[in-house]
């Protein structure tokens, strides 16, 4: 089956570093997303991990390990604009529409 | 810039409608993708098309059907639209292969 579980809320203090964390069980991998989603809005691509390791991008870093079934979101130096929902998502296979799964997103709440 | 474009922000239909949901992209994408958006839930992948004419069914098919006779539009049908069909609508299109989804603003959908 397709599984992906991330916690359903999170709350931080302005200036801290939170880190959101995301396992999986799917059929197939070819990759994990993140993206971030305010509210009303769409969902945007934050970042993109296929391989094991660290991917920084800016204040956003992103860390796979396959073995495990594991990524974590870190975002340092938080801002009162990075209240959002944060979603993980695996992308099954590389061809034919290589749909993503989504998992239930985990709602960050940052505090003055 | 990159578009999605979602043909109504917001729609009330009754039980028993049949209700069409537009997405266009002009981004020459071969993949497109209808999710729906529930608290609690987060995106579900309804349908997916990998090319023109093709579809495929996403973890929640039951109740829709769609339409891809172009390459730049894919269509969600709600054949007699039910209360339990309210929801948030999310069109998305990627390259084939390609590392991101881009989504559009989302079709916000009522049924009473």
């Known amino acids: 089956g397709q599984n992906i579980d991330q916690p359903t809320e999170m709350t931080a203090t302005e200036g801290a570093i939170v880190q959101i964390n995301c396992t999986y069980q799917?059929?197939?991998?070819?990759?994990l997303f993140w993206y971030q989603q305010h509210a009303g809005e769409a969902p945007t691509f934050l970042s993109y991990?296929?391989?094991?390791g660290l991917e920084e991008k800016g204040r956003f870093s992103s860390f796979l390990s396959r073995s495990k079934g594991y990524s974590y979101l870190l975002l340092k130096e938080l801002q009162m604009k990075d209240s959002a929902s944060y979603l993980c998502?695996?992308?099954?296979?590389?061809?034919?529409?290589?749909?993503?799964?989504f998992g239930q997103g985990t709602e960050l709440s940052v505090k003055p | 810039d990159v578009k999605v474009t979602q043909s109504s922000r917001y729609l009330v239909k009754r039980t028993g409608e049949k209700v069409f949901l537009e997405c266009v992209q002009d981004?020459?994408?071969?993949?497109m993708f209808w999710y729906r958006q529930d608290p609690g839930l987060g995106l579900r992948l309804i349908y997916f098309?990998?090319?023109?004419?093709?579809?495929e069914k996403g973890d929640i098919p039951e109740g829709y059907s769609v339409s891809r006779e172009k390459k730049e539009r894919f269509s969600l049908i709600l054949e007699s639209a039910s209360t339990n069909q309210t929801s948030m609508y999310l069109c998305?299109?990627?390259?084939?292969?390609?590392?991101?989804?881009?989504f559009g603003s989302g079709t916000q959908l009522s049924v009473l």
């Open positions: 981004m020459d994408h071969e993949n």
């Open positions: 098309s990998y090319d023109v004419k093709m579809k």
């Open positions: 998305a299109s990627s390259f084939e292969g390609g590392a991101k989804l881009f």
């Open positions: 991990n296929v391989l094991d």
């Open positions: 998502a695996v992308r099954d296979r590389y061809n034919q529409g290589g749909k993503l799964i």
């Open positions: 799917t059929s197939g991998f070819n990759g």
